[in-house]
């Protein structure tokens, strides 16, 4: 088992890129209603992760209060570098496991550092659930046996 087997793909996940303004990106989450997205570079590669209390620390540090000032800043400029790091599309479910227990998606790049998608703390818990049921299952049949 490995990471890409939970992969929801870059192309089925909002994301913003490094260069969009600040207004941009909070009007994507307020379209989307995420509290977190993914931060791209115009290349696709992965920049970062952004989230809710990233604008708005901004817009309270800098006391932004109209739309025109958000439009002079950039997304790469206020992104927290460091948070929510990436994991390789070949990673271990072990690894997968002690990142997801810290946020609600884990970013997952290829051997380039290109941005190939997320696994989402849901999909590692449904997959674990279905390990977890497929081997109780196992137990029940195996006691059924015995007592035959």
């Not at 000032?69 to 994991?87: D, F, H, L, Q, Y």
Request: aromatic share 8%.
């Amino acid at each position: 088992m490995n990471t890409a087997m939970l992969l929801s793909p870059k192309v089925n996940i909002a994301c913003l890129e490094s260069t969009d303004t600040i207004r941009q990106g909070i009007e994507s989450f307020r379209a989307h209603g995420y509290t977190a997205v993914p931060v791209l570079y115009p290349d696709g590669r992965y920049c970062g992760t952004i989230s809710e209390r990233d604008f708005l620390t901004y817009i309270l540090d800098n006391g932004i209060c109209s739309l025109k000032e958000m439009e002079s800043a950039r997304i790469e400029n206020i992104i927290r570098k460091g948070w929510n790091p990436t994991v390789s599309i070949n990673a271990p479910l072990s690894q997968l496991l002690a990142r997801i227990l810290d946020t609600n998606f884990v970013p997952v790049v290829d051997d380039r550092s290109y941005f190939v998608g997320i696994v989402t703390r849901k999909s590692v818990l449904s997959y674990l659930e279905k390990e977890v049921g497929k081997e109780l299952a196992f137990s029940r049949e195996a006691d059924k046996n015995s007592l035959k």
